[in-house]
């Protein structure tokens, strides 16, 4: 499966973006898809994780009540609905995709897409 992300920009704290993701291949719906992020000078980190069905969803402490992860397995595509953002959120962030349950280690995944940049402006 290739992946490709999208949605990013530039936005005040705050502020809200979604972030998308689009799957080629026939086989989406079997996936258990990730975003990650990772900001200038740091690891790659976990943000949220979603099952196959879309029945499952899983989310670091730092972004729990704030990000929703979902997905269309009908579109193809995996979104990352972000609000109240806050400059710390500011990094390149990543779809991601793996077969069988949900992970939220970025070596459990298969695939990657390009990567997205959201930045917070305080």
């Not at 990772?38 to 402490?61: C, H, L, M, N, W």
């Not at 193809?76 to 972000?82: F, G, H, I, P, R």
């Not at 710390?88 to 990567?115: F, N, R, S």
Request: glycine fraction near 10%; include cysteine.
């Amino acid at each position: 499966v290739q992946l490709q992300a999208s949605g990013g920009g530039l936005v005040q704290a705050g502020g809200s973006l979604r972030l998308s993701c689009a799957a080629s291949g026939r086989t989406f719906s079997t996936y258990a898809m990730g975003w990650f992020r990772q900001a200038p000078g740091k690891e790659r980190e976990f943000v949220a994780t979603i099952s196959s069905s879309g029945g499952s969803t899983y989310y670091s402490d730092s972004v729990k009540g704030r990000f929703t992860i979902s997905r269309d397995n009908a579109k193809n595509t995996v979104y990352l609905q972000m609000n109240s953002l806050k400059p710390e959120d500011t990094a390149v962030y990543y779809c991601a995709a793996k077969l069988m349950a949900i992970a939220t280690m970025a070596p459990e995944y298969d695939h990657w897409g390009q990567g997205t940049q959201v930045t917070v402006s305080s």
